[in-house]
């Protein structure tokens, strides 16, 4: 090991990823400095500047993988594609979520995986887990490596060694059915990759997940992601029509039909199953034409409330937009003092603002034919002057949309100086949604203040369905700056109470992984727990497949 | 036992159904003379006629309920809600399917159950479940009792005894929560009482499977049914938000949330579980106001393929109309000859028809607001034009839809005249559909013309999807007198497996039962059906629930 080695794993094709935080570091920008004193201002003086240990310092065990296990991996899927050194294992040490970026920014890698293999097909994948079955080898499936609720934390599960299976070398488009408007990926096809192998055949995938830069497609399923448009679009859930998954006990191939009556739909054990019933190694997916117009625009709501029935409004006369999020006063008011874009516009339109106080910005987009757009948006803005929003123009919308994927890299920037920054998601139906606002806002107040960091709460609708909606919440707060993971911990806990109080459900679409698994009981019950108990016990009988991860543990 | 015994079986509500056929005698019509002629020019001279036995000559086992089981039901429910005489047992002794109805009609109920059990509410259902799993008494559950597919035939699995679980005393309407849409059933509400429940709340459900006016909520859920508006509405599946069943291993109760990416969607193992799994308790559905314009009308495609292709287009671009059925060649050939109202209007438009040989009938319908209803009409017309259709206007498209659910009462009126006659349904992608067609075309001509008996095999697009669509086949012979059940039987595996080598779906929206139980490890493989068979033996180790349907008989 030198001081010079890489800082990141280049993969086939695509971008790397910095080891210490999101992305590729020449992508960050620090933020405004108006941002900044708005921000010291909400929730005091930020600590010290916390900036990631130099990777030489970051602390990595010896691989634990048996000699004889290394060879039998080798010859599954080739010497080259079995890595025992340090970076590759430092890069597969756990996710991309606040307490992974904690532990590894002060050079913890301890619980970093024992070797990383990357298997180049589905009959590599299915090889690799009947070795590990027999050799008891933990697996831990590896797409992008963007969960933020511990998802892909290399957990042994009390087996002697654990293996990142890592799939970014299965990134092929498949084949595309023009007619059926179908594809079939491989599941390490990122994101926006996925869109450029389309683009040729005049598709789109158009799912866009903040982390679409670098989520794979095999991840999307895994984890039941949505996407920015999936409003319109719908969610992964919705545009997975068949799907492959190799298991210990055998091969799932479920075909590419657009329904069934066939007893139940056991793609949706596929959906959500983040790696503990499987491997999914091919995804095949609806597609739809690329859009000849993407329109996007804000606007300014009178209150949360009214721009939550506006939204409501909407959705249930089947004139949502594609895109659809709306700030509350708290994240408007901090949008405003970030983005000099809004505000600049703000203040243009302020004459048509009078009488509403207290604001909400809400982000509305649509995308398609030229036609389809201007009807569709048409039908939106009666309801919209309706419920007195007024509108703020393009600028700001498309300010949104040009920014879209750079949250992951301001929560860098924060860190670095000493901030607490994290984000969760729930959805509830309409009639529930002011009660679960108010108490998770409540929740993480009282458990901050508590411990003397008064927080900032930012909150948005960001997906509407004609029962319901999300609402995502970004929280930040000065970092205790050595107990940084247990105030996390207690933030977060104060919230999934609060959650699960309102009976709302503990992830929209962030998935279960380490971070949720306490509270699946109280939303699926334990008959719930036992049905997915058994049919992992079935497929994965050893239980090789990413311990600790969505099930909570055994009581028995 | 006298022949003065009543025919049917009054139910709490709603119309009792006749036990030899479908629903009330009184609303059947002999069919009219030129379609029995076109009929006998088709399939050949029917048989000598074929009416049911009289109910005093049905043959019914005595129950074999022992007194203590009785008494422990009986304690559970209430005395008069367990019934071992014989008019309940035969109209529990099997759902409407052509076997079915074959056997009943020729004096055969030695299938009945030896009770029918009546619970009132989720606790009895519950207890019923603990004392049967104790008791070893098979359970079938039964709600409209309506199952094509022999979902309710209330076989043993080996136990000694079986109750048929009759539902119909479940039937209220529990709850309405206006500002998100939904409504809580239970599940023995019928179709069209759901609606007419919905009705005073300015609400309606919209799912009209052909069964509507008999079939449960219960059943629609767990045989995940398709309604006639299902291309606009949405399946079952789209409509379910919440559900709680009972099983023997305690109770599954899933929130009613808009989305969720809390592990994989439980609501999935509910839907199409087909009473194996538990006993669905309550439903909690997505609603919608009632429709202030319903507008059906009829068409002309230029063929079967234009019309499909016309269906694709209009459903890819998200212009559909609620109701899309586009009938084949032969189907619009006996549509013509049954129907005057088409014909009359078919002659009319006679001279904007020229041109079209062999043409296809479509209908089409959509239901909302007069502008939403006239904006998504327009819509589509530029697409049907596009595709050489042509209008024959509102009066064929609404004689449809007063007739949408007399199928089954034609049934009876052909079965008294000895013919065979059965519906099977599959859905594939669009760029598979015409080899489906095809493909089951051949199987049903090949297998009964072997028999002597050439088929008058009628078709029709039912369902649409951006990606594909359902295939709805009617075929009608001579029945053979003697052996009409193993000619059945040697056209339905000559259908499904004509689907099956297709890549197919054994079933759309009739699911599986005992008909298309062999056909399901073909369409979810080993590994599925195993997946299955673990939460079958989990919430019911028993296994008490609905032996003989959904999964095949374990090999081991």
């Not at 933020?148 to 970014?168: N, T």
Request: a neutral charge; charged letters at 25%; glycine letters at 10%.
């Amino acid at each position: 090991v030198t001081t010079t080695e890489q800082q990141t794993d280049t993969r086939r094709g695509d971008s790397p990823m910095i080891w210490s935080g999101w992305g590729d570091p020449s992508e960050r920008h620090a933020p405004p400095s108006s941002a900044l004193r708005f921000l010291a201002r909400e929730i005091g003086a930020t600590g010290p500047p916390t900036p990631p240990v130099a990777l030489d310092q970051v602390r990595v065990r010896d691989s634990h993988l048996a000699v004889g296990d290394r060879d039998a991996l080798a010859a599954a899927v080739g010497t080259e594609h079995v890595s025992i050194e340090r970076l590759p294992r430092i890069l597969h040490a756990g996710g991309k979520s606040y307490p992974d970026l904690l532990r590894r920014r002060t050079g913890d890698a301890l619980g970093a995986p024992d070797a990383v293999v990357r298997p180049a097909d589905h009959d590599e994948v299915a090889a690799v887990l009947g070795l590990c079955a027999e050799r008891r080898i933990a697996v831990v499936p590896f797409g992008g490596g963007t969960s933020v609720v511990g998802g892909v934390e290399p957990l042994r599960g009390g087996f002697e060694s654990v293996i990142s299976l890592d799939l970014s070398r299965m990134d092929r488009l498949v084949s595309v059915d023009r007619t059926s408007l179908t594809a079939v990926f491989q599941p390490g096809v990122r994101g926006r990759q996925a869109d450029e192998q389309l683009a040729p055949h005049g598709l789109v995938l158009g799912h866009f997940p903040q982390s679409y830069e670098y989520a794979s497609i095999g991840g999307y399923v895994a984890t039941r992601s949505a996407g920015q448009a999936s409003t319109g679009f719908g969610r992964i859930d919705d545009l997975v029509v068949g799907v492959r998954m190799a298991t210990p006990a055998g091969d799932l191939h479920l075909e590419a039909g657009p329904a069934s009556a066939a007893g139940p739909d056991l793609r949706a054990l596929v959906l959500g199953s983040e790696g503990t019933l499987g491997v999914i190694t091919a995804v095949s997916l609806r597609v739809r034409p690329l859009p000849a117009q993407q329109r996007y625009e804000a606007w300014i709501a009178p209150s949360f409330t009214a721009g939550a029935e506006v939204l409501r409004r909407l959705v249930q006369a089947d004139a949502a937009p594609d895109v659809a999020r709306l700030s509350d006063e708290d994240e408007t008011r901090t949008a405003m003092a970030q983005q000099e874009g809004v505000k600049g516009v703000a203040a243009k339109v302020y004459p048509r603002l009078r009488g509403i106080r207290g604001g909400c910005v809400l982000v509305l987009g649509w995308e398609g034919t030229p036609r389809g757009v201007s009807r569709r948006r048409q039908e939106a803005l009666e309801v919209l002057r309706d419920g007195g929003c007024v509108r703020l123009g393009r600028a700001a919308g498309e300010s949104w949309r040009r920014s879209r994927f750079h949250g992951p890299y301001l929560r860098d920037e924060l860190m670095d100086r000493g901030v607490l920054v994290e984000t969760l998601e729930t959805a509830t139906t309409w009639s529930g949604l002011h009660d679960l606002h108010t108490a998770v806002r409540t929740a993480l107040h009282d458990a901050l203040e508590g411990r003397g960091a008064p927080p900032l709460v930012l909150c948005h609708v960001s997906h509407i369905y004609p029962t319901g909606a999300s609402l995502y919440f970004t929280f930040l707060a000065r970092a205790e700056p050595r107990t940084a993971l247990e105030q996390w911990r207690v933030a977060k806990t104060a919230a999934s109470e609060a959650i699960t109080a309102q009976r709302a459900t503990i992830t929209h679409h962030h998935a279960v992984g380490t971070d949720h698994r306490q509270w699946l009981p109280g939303e699926v019950g334990a008959v719930g727990i036992e049905a997915l108990r058994a049919v992992k016990e079935r497929l994965d009988p050893v239980g090789i497949l990413n311990p600790g991860k969505l099930l909570p543990d055994p009581s028995r």
